[in-house]
């Protein structure tokens, strides 16, 4: 393993009944059951196509990202369709990704942890900025995504780590809820849920999903490391993933972190878990921008050799904004409090946080409000 703190696992497995599944990793693609198809026209590009071994219908192509890479994914997604505009997913956060990662990947010692990697496109880029990687997803349809995507970019496989898990205080097995294409009618793939605490916070009724069980692990027990970047996109569950690494976020330096943020209205502890975490980072001192889906999609792309330069994080709003901070001095809540209830105004959103202030250490709290 590339960064795993395995004795330290070793003891929580024996203790805990937590297992890790680290998945084997083939350096080229293992031909059995795959079939390149001919290319085709898919939006205004070219793809390769490929039927995986499963009956995955996938595409895959060379990015316009700063370096490329190939990218393999399922043109099911709703998400891909969007990608499809520039070729770039989701363009604000892959140039903030690059402003996080470039210096701190570029002599190749530096390690990203990706949880809920899907297809691998944070993962892949991580890569080909130099990084070493962890990433954790639990779904194996996307994993054989992913496994395509690492076999066309050589060099890569040696610098991965993947973990079939969910990430989760508690120890068990925890069940996931897949989306399901029917046909040729597009779905959010990335919208896979967990039955944790909250139930279902974001993501496809039963009958437009087909169920998938994987055993949880903590990030404090197997990682032990400086970050460039921490990532979570767990839909709805991230107040958990981060509360595993508390270990992580103490003793070591995370320089950058990325989540999507869902609100869970129906759950008032679940929100309190939000709101809890976000005032923690907040104190640790991590400065936050905020991308709406649209911002998103709708930043100025520089041109490919121009992203040193790109000042994405100009175009996106501050988070908690102005107005949140003044809504806290007369109201003498918490202006992380303030910008969830005012900033954060859809369903879900993204969040880009950097660490500013290095010298602040603060227990992390319990997430529970009652």
Same mark, same amino acid.
């Given at each position: ?23 084997? =990793?083939?350096? /080229? ?69 690059h402003d996080a990662t470039r210096t701190c990947c570029r002599d190749? @010692? ?26 954790i997803e639990p779904v194996p349809a996307w994993l054989e995504i ?54 279902? =916070? ?16 903590? =990030?404090?027990?197997?990682? !032990? ?12 569950? /991230? ?18 972190i990325q989540l999507e943020m869902t609100k869970s209205p129906k ?29 998103? !999609? ?15 994080? !100009? ?15 007369? @109201? ?39």
């Open positions: 393993a590339l960064f795993l703190h395995s004795s330290h696992f070793e003891l929580t497995q024996s203790e805990s009944g937590r297992r890790l599944q680290l998945l084997r =990793i083939a350096p /080229e693609l293992e031909r059995t059951g795959w079939t390149l198809e001919e290319p085709m026209k898919h939006f205004s590009r070219e793809v390769d196509r490929w039927t995986s071994p499963s009956g995955q219908t996938l595409h895959t192509f060379t990015t316009n990202t700063e370096p490329r890479f190939v990218f393999a994914y399922n043109p099911l997604d709703n998400d891909m369709a969007r990608m499809a505009k520039t070729w770039v997913l989701e363009p604000a956060l892959t140039l903030a990704w190749g @010692s530096g390690l990203v942890v990706d949880v809920g990697g899907n297809f691998g496109w944070y993962t892949l880029y991580s890569i080909a900025l130099g990084c070493r990687v962890l990433v992913l496994k395509l995507g690492v076999s066309l970019n050589p060099g890569f496989a040696s610098r991965l780590e993947i973990a079939g898990n969910v990430v989760y205080p508690q120890a068990g097995n925890f069940t996931l809820r897949v989306p399901k294409p029917s046909g040729k009618r597009p779905m959010y793939l990335g919208m896979t849920y967990m039955k944790g605490s909250a139930g279902m =916070i974001k993501g496809y009724s039963n009958g437009e999903t087909y169920k998938h069980v994987a055993s949880s692990i903590q =990030i404090d027990d197997v990682v !032990d490391s400086d970050l460039c970047l921490f990532k979570a996109d767990v839909e709805g569950y /991230e107040a958990q993933v981060f509360h595993t690494a508390q270990r992580l976020f103490t003793e070591h330096r995370v320089a950058a759950d008032k502890e679940q929100t309190c878990a939000s709101i809890k975490m976000l005032e923690h980072l907040h104190s640790l001192g991590y400065k936050f921008k905020i991308a709406h889906h649209n911002a998103v !999609d709708n930043v100025i792309m520089p041109p490919v050799g121009k992203w040193i330069n790109s000042h994405v994080l !100009d175009q996106l709003n501050d988070f908690p904004s102005l107005a949140a901070y003044r809504r806290a001095k007369r @109201s003498g809540r918490s202006p992380m409090r303030e910008a969830y209830d005012s900033d954060f105004v859809t369903f879900s959103t993204n969040l880009v946080g950097y660490r500013l202030n290095w010298t602040t250490v603060a227990a992390w709290p319990n997430l529970r409000c009652s």
